[in-house]
């Protein structure tokens, strides 16, 4: 496709096409039908950013944190003024709610906030006594690549730690949902970012991912999206034995034992399970209820899914949206067939509504046998599956039969049941009596297939930092 493209390239300090002229099409979820274009980068683009990302690493890393984290200030603010278009924008594109767009963008200004105004201290050199210290350097040029759910979150949680560090970013917007990463670099690029610091490519995600990692300018290579994806870049950044951080997906277990309040538990899962349409890393996806619960757990969470209101992202009475793209409504449909061939039962929901736009209702399944696909695949959807359960052993047993560690979450106000809960579930981030996602101050990270490494918090700055150990046979002074 050649045309000029809605959303450029930003390569050494400016927007261009694509030097081949080549775009993608960027398609409305809700109508099916085509929304904008994006450049699609060339080889030779992706050569000429890696190479200002390298001319312009020196002068990034020597700059006085202070000045780096002031223009990460200024870029929040800039996207705060222009938070209603950009909102807007990221509806129409990814089909999430106008209002979950605005709340994911203030997440967004939020991290780059958090970071900005703590550069100085999450990059001063660490004193051990008199004659040691550890020194944090910038690690190199930084290649981000981000997916189109939480676009505009994710992005801000890799960008602004690596640029606090000193790190220029080569930054792969998602193809399917590119505004927000413009919205972003733009904002960047009004605060005062120095041409080469920030260079944002999108185009075709395996050739862009190889060539950047083949370049050994690459030190650190930070992802989100699948499992598979994510193997695929590790064993690339192996070559070049360029460090990872992989956020990969997820299958996250709630525990609602005996003593839950239930209107909390059932709102609590409602609201957070079908945000975005289900399409979050860390949404709830198999519910597990203490068995004297199980019956008035399960009519209650239908009652509450069933007043979900379905419609337009840009209907303000419309709580879910439609879903991002074709290949989650057939992934849905793959795992409905196989859990109700296997002998699932389908409570509410179950299949694609009838009407243009990528809408799956919310879903719910019972009886649905270990071996189905839906409780070992990342469901990524509005499918949540109920089972009951005897025993907190039993539980956490079952809690833990995936091969992700990312979220989990129980209500209980049982101190006993609570230590077992926290000891026993599998995975980087647990929340008790209530559902809660990534903050910009904290770590947050998978264990097992669900990835490795960690964003947000001090430690999502060191990520992008070498640490160099000075030993001084005296006083370093
Ligand atoms: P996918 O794995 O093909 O793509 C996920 C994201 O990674 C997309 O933005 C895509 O552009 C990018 N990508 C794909 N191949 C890449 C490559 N070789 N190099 C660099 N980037 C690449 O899957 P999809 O169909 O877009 O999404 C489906 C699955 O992805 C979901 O089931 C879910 O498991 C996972 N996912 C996870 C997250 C998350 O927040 N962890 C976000 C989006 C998708």
Redesign the pocket.
């Known amino acids: 496709m050649s045309e000029v493209a809605r959303y450029q390239l930003f390569i050494n300090g400016a927007w261009q096409a694509a030097t081949d002229g080549t775009t993608r099409p960027v398609i409305n979820p809700a109508t099916e039908t085509f929304f904008a274009s994006v450049a699609s980068a060339s080889a030779l683009d992706l050569d000429e950013a890696l190479a200002s990302a390298e001319r312009s690493r020196a002068m990034w890393s020597s700059k006085p944190a202070k000045e780096r984290g002031e223009i990460l200030v200024k870029a929040a603010r800039i996207l705060a003024a222009k938070v209603e278009g950009a909102a807007r924008d990221l509806s129409t594109e990814q089909g999430k709610t106008i209002a979950e767009a605005a709340g994911e963008y203030a997440r967004a200004i939020e991290t780059l906030e958090w970071n900005g105004t703590r550069a100085e201290e999450l990059t001063a050199p660490a004193r051990l006594g008199s004659n040691r210290m550890i020194v944090r350097e910038p690690a190199g040029v930084v290649a981000a690549?981000t997916?189109?759910?939480y676009p505009a979150v994710l992005i801000a949680r890799k960008l602004a730690p690596a640029l606090v560090a000193g790190c220029p970013v080569i930054l792969?917007g998602?193809?399917e949902t590119p505004s927000a990463a413009a919205h972003i670099v733009e904002a960047l690029q009004e605060a005062g970012i120095p041409a080469g610091v920030v260079n944002l490519v999108f185009g075709n995600?395996?050739q862009?991912?190889s060539h950047l990692l083949k370049s050994p300018l690459v030190r650190v290579l930070t992802?989100?999206?699948?499992t598979?994806?994510g193997k695929?870049?590790a064993k690339l950044a192996a070559n070049n034995l360029q460090r990872c951080v992989l956020?990969?997906?997820g299958h996250s277990p709630v525990v609602v034992c005996e003593d839950a309040d239930l209107d909390k538990a059932i709102t609590a899962i409602t609201a957070y399970k079908f945000e975005c349409a289900g399409q979050s890393?860390n949404a709830p996806s198999r519910v597990l209820v203490a068995r004297p619960l199980y019956e008035a757990f399960l009519s209650r969470i239908i009652e509450a899914v069933r007043a979900i209101k379905i419609g337009a992202p840009d209907d303000p009475a419309t709580e879910m949206g439609p879903m991002a793209n074709a290949?989650r409504i057939e992934?849905m449909q793959q795992l409905i067939e196989d859990a109700v061939d296997r002998g699932a039962s389908i409570e509410t929901g179950g299949s694609r509504l009838d009407r243009s736009g990528f809408y799956w209702p919310p879903t719910i399944l019972t009886q649905v046998p270990k071996g189905a696909r839906v409780l070992h695949d990342?469901p990524?959807g509005p499918i949540l599956t109920v089972a009951p359960f005897d025993t907190i052993e039993q539980a956490i047993e079952e809690a833990n039969a995936t091969d992700y560690g990312l979220a989990a979450y129980f209500f209980t106000n049982d101190d006993d049941a609570k230590r077992a809960l926290i000891g026993g579930l599998s995975a980087g981030a647990i929340s008790v009596n209530y559902l809660k996602g990534v903050s910009a101050d904290t770590p947050y990270g998978g264990i097992r297939q669900s990835g490795y490494g960690y964003e947000g918090g001090e430690q999502g700055v060191q990520a992008f930092q070498n640490l160099k150990l000075v030993n001084s046979l005296g006083p370093l002074g």
């Open positions: 690549f997916p189109w759910n792969k998602a193809e995600p395996s862009i991912s992802f989100t999206g699948s598979a994806v695929q870049l956020e990969l997906g890393c290949r992934a990342e990524f």
